[in-house]
């Protein structure tokens, strides 16, 4: 069992289960086991997508919501930023829990590749927009759309009025 706490400070445990495949797919039409054999493409959705991983989490924890009196909104409104990278982690940890040996450590192995793939891009997008290069090609480039001569922007003759 995995778990998370959201912006407003309430913990949430995830436990997937077949009943909860079934929910998640019944009422998210989200088909949980086919992170098996997608190749990257359901756990790319459910990392990019924000609102879907939103609502499968709410039905995971529906029971534990509706203990707490939150509504779905509310649940929602718990969720961003670094919450939202807990309860993803926590959501990703908990399905790969759920399958079988063997399958569970091809999952796990996907998911660290995923996230070494992940950190490598943030850190190379970093130090791209860190090189100084960028930034005087940035400024060059600015300073070429501003002081170019014969734009619309104001170098048309006065009228004859």
Wanted: aromatic share 4%.
């Amino acid at each position: 069992m995995s778990k998370f706490t959201d912006i407003k400070g309430r913990a949430w445990l995830i436990e997937i289960t077949v009943d909860t495949v079934k929910r998640v797919k019944s009422l998210c039409e989200v088909d949980l086991l086919d992170i098996v054999q997608d190749r990257g493409k359901l756990l790319s959705q459910l990392t990019d997508d924000p609102i879907t991983l939103c609502n499968i989490l709410y039905v995971i924890c529906k029971d534990q919501a509706d203990e707490q009196k939150v509504s779905d909104e509310d649940f929602g409104r718990g969720l961003g930023g670094d919450a939202l990278e807990q309860a993803t982690v926590a959501f990703l940890e908990a399905l790969v829990n759920f399958f079988p040996g063997h399958k569970r450590r091809v999952l796990q192995k996907v998911l660290d590749r995923s996230a070494e793939v992940q950190s490598m891009a943030t850190d190379l997008i970093i130090a791209k927009l860190d090189d100084p290069a960028i930034e005087a090609h940035l400024k060059a480039r600015v300073e070429k759309i501003l002081l170019t001569p014969g734009d619309s922007s104001g170098d048309a003759p006065a009228s004859s009025d």
